[in-house]
């Protein structure tokens, strides 16, 4: 475990707590895990042990020499601070049963959060694109907007990941060829490249039209509102040939309205559209 130099100190209040960050010579941000472990009521011993046996941050613990009571007095010892990067992942490994009880529901509340923001970072790794169109179809508007800005954010996080070099020494680590899935990402942003996809409000307005043509489907045969969220995702994507919606061309976007609309109708035979179809939302989006 390496040893840095302070260079500056910055107190900060969290979960009702005063700590400290510091910033070290290696121009990372770093906090005192038994500052932590003391707040929490946890064993600092064991939890120092617990990160260093994981291995997806134990590169992120250092010992910093920094001042710490003695007696009546002060003394400069090496404290065992991580990286403030990793707090929110050690933070989520913590068992909550043995945080001291006027924090327990915080840190359950903190480590629920954790895995909601883990899931919408990852999703999209883990998950394939026209499943996911399929389980957002079903989610509010605002949330499925977060989610599509999580995807984006993730996107970027990797494009600037190969640029810098810092994905190419963590595969290298786990024994894999970055030369596989640069070689297949070129792929991918070549094959999309060669058309004008619909842009985020596109995608959008076509999810929620997906959304109203399911929805009819399911009132009027009752059948499981999953089961017609995929149905119409899945004939829409066969019609267009297309792996998921936001893949639509650009210039196909007025065909698959009418396409939609053709299928709403099929349902609501004699009825007027939806304005979603046809109103004021789809001049805009050009």
């Given at each position: 475990?390496?040893?840095?130099?302070?260079?500056?100190?910055l107190?900060?209040?969290f979960?009702?707590?005063?700590?400290?960050?510091y910033?070290?010579?290696?121009?990372?941000w770093y906090?005192?895990?038994?500052?932590?472990?003391?707040?929490?009521?946890?064993?600092m011993?064991?939890?120092?042990?617990r990160?260093l046996?994981d291995?997806?941050?134990?590169?992120?613990?250092?010992?910093i020499?920094?001042?710490?009571?003695?007696?009546?007095t002060?003394?400069?010892?090496?404290?065992?601070c991580l990286?403030?990067?990793?707090?929110?992942?050690w933070?989520?490994?913590?068992?909550?049963a043995r945080v001291r009880e006027?924090?327990?529901?915080k840190?359950i509340?903190?480590?629920r959060?954790?895995a909601?923001?883990?899931?919408?970072?990852?999703r999209?790794?883990?998950?394939?694109?026209?499943?996911l169109?399929?389980?957002?179809?079903?989610l509010?508007?605002?949330?499925?907007?977060?989610h599509e800005?999580?995807?984006?954010?993730?996107?970027v996080?990797?494009?600037?990941?190969?640029i810098?070099?810092?994905?190419?020494g963590?595969?290298?680590?786990?024994g894999?060829?970055?030369?596989?899935?640069t070689g297949?990402?070129?792929?991918?942003?070549?094959?999309?490249?060669?058309?004008?996809?619909?842009?985020?409000?596109?995608?959008?307005?076509?999810q929620?039209?997906?959304?109203?043509?399911?929805?009819?489907?399911h009132e009027k045969?009752r059948?499981p509102k999953?089961?017609?969220f995929?149905?119409?995702?899945?004939?829409?994507?066969?019609?267009?040939r297309?792996p998921?919606y936001?893949?639509l061309?650009?210039?196909?976007?007025?065909?698959?309205?009418?396409?939609?609309g053709a299928r709403?109708?099929?349902?609501?035979?004699?009825?007027?559209?939806p304005?979603i179809?046809?109103?004021?939302h789809?001049p805009s989006?050009?």
């Amino acid at each position: 475990m390496s040893v840095l130099a302070v260079v500056q100190g910055l107190p900060f209040v969290f979960y009702g707590e005063a700590f400290t960050a510091y910033l070290a010579s290696d121009r990372q941000w770093y906090i005192s895990i038994g500052d932590v472990c003391q707040a929490l009521g946890v064993d600092m011993s064991s939890q120092r042990q617990r990160i260093l046996r994981d291995e997806a941050i134990s590169d992120r613990l250092v010992n910093i020499p920094l001042e710490t009571p003695y007696q009546d007095t002060t003394r400069v010892q090496e404290v065992s601070c991580l990286n403030l990067r990793a707090l929110p992942y050690w933070l989520g490994t913590i068992d909550a049963a043995r945080v001291r009880e006027e924090h327990r529901k915080k840190v359950i509340l903190f480590k629920r959060e954790f895995a909601e923001a883990a899931w919408a970072v990852f999703r999209s790794e883990i998950i394939p694109p026209d499943m996911l169109a399929e389980m957002d179809a079903q989610l509010p508007r605002d949330e499925r907007e977060y989610h599509e800005a999580m995807d984006e954010l993730r996107r970027v996080r990797n494009k600037i990941d190969l640029i810098s070099g810092r994905l190419e020494g963590e595969i290298e680590r786990l024994g894999a060829e970055l030369g596989d899935i640069t070689g297949r990402l070129g792929s991918l942003e070549s094959a999309l490249d060669t058309r004008q996809v619909v842009n985020a409000a596109q995608a959008r307005l076509l999810q929620e039209i997906i959304t109203v043509v399911a929805l009819t489907l399911h009132e009027k045969t009752r059948r499981p509102k999953t089961q017609c969220f995929a149905d119409v995702h899945e004939e829409f994507k066969t019609a267009f040939r297309i792996p998921v919606y936001s893949f639509l061309p650009a210039e196909q976007l007025e065909a698959a309205i009418t396409y939609l609309g053709a299928r709403w109708r099929f349902y609501n035979p004699g009825q007027p559209l939806p304005e979603i179809f046809g109103g004021s939302h789809q001049p805009s989006l050009f």
